[in-house]
């Protein structure tokens, strides 16, 4: 499948958004069983610095990185969003 290709790519870009204002962490979830799919987990400070990386800084940075880059690994992604529960 495309795993390593894709394991490969999140490598080159592991610390792509380390300085963007609330980020807090970055994973890659590999499926081990009864899935193929990957996750993509990061965590923010808030949800306003989520949001706006999201409509202002990723697209931008995705925009820019079109030219002369290799086909798309995937052919689509959900966005799924969460918040950890307080258990206190």
């Given amino acids: 499948g495309a795993g390593p290709e894709l394991e490969k790519r999140f490598a080159a ?20 069983a ?7 987990v990061t965590t923010w400070a808030s949800e306003e610095d989520f949001q706006r990386w999201r409509d202002g ?3 931008a ?10 086909a798309p690994v995937t052919t689509g992604a959900d966005l799924l969003e969460f918040e950890v529960v307080d258990l206190g």
């Fill in 57 to 59: 800084r990723m697209p």
């Fill in 61 to 70: 940075a995705h925009a820019a990185e079109q030219g002369g880059r290799p």
């Fill in 13 to 32: 870009r592991k610390h792509a958004v380390d300085q963007e204002p609330g980020f807090e962490g970055f994973q890659l979830l590999r499926p081990t």
């Fill in 34 to 40: 009864g899935e193929d799919r990957y996750f993509v």
